[in-house]
């Protein structure tokens, strides 16, 4: 079964670093793009962006280019979501998510992992 | 970037009723359009992708349907497990965007 487990939720604050972790299993992980989305009761669901696992190939959104760094350990089977200094409005769940089909950016995602609450608040 | 819209925000319907969701993209995004759903507290779940084909495990009550840069899901015999939201999503142009979502509540 595959299978993508998220880090649990987690509270900081704000100029703070993060980084969040997608553990996959059940498939070649190197074998499909792996996703990240925000979900805010105010703007629903965001595409943040997609790595390549087997080169660590990113594709960012330009709302989050330059906001977070999404990258991959291949050798761990895990995806990251990364930020710096984080803001108040960084507060979301945020869900990891595997393309369906091996090898294209062309593609929806399944499945999900369960998503992962941050909380930014001085 | 693409923006897609879904209609109506909120449905207010009853278990046996059949419902069409709908979604347009600002331009075309060919078949590139997945459904999904979420039920409260957990994660989204495919329901439809190439904007008619329905995932594993999908129960045949629900079907997608294209006409130009509209997209329509429709559930039918409504079931209590299919409340909760529904989000599509275009995956033919960058960045990828997600339509802000219908809620389906029990009326």
Redo the contacts between chains.
Sequence with gaps: EVQLVQSGAVVKKPGESLRISCKASGYTFSNNWI?W?RQTPGK????M?LVWPGDSDT?????FRGQVTISADKSIDTAYLQWSSLKASDTAIY?C?RH?RVGTT??????????TLVTVSS | ?IVMTQSPATLSVSPGDTVTLSCRASQTVLT?L?W?QQRPGQ????LI?DATTR?TGIPGRFSGSKSGIEFTLTISSLQSADFGVY?C?Q??D????????TKVEIK
């Design positions: 996703g989305v629903g669901l965001e595409w962006g594709r960012y959104s330009p709302s869900y998510a369906a062309n593609d929806w995602f399944d499945p999900w992992g369960q998503g | 970037e590139n997945a999904y994660a989204p779940r495919v992708y995932a989000f999503q995956y033919n960058w960045p990828r965007t997600f339509g802000q979502g």
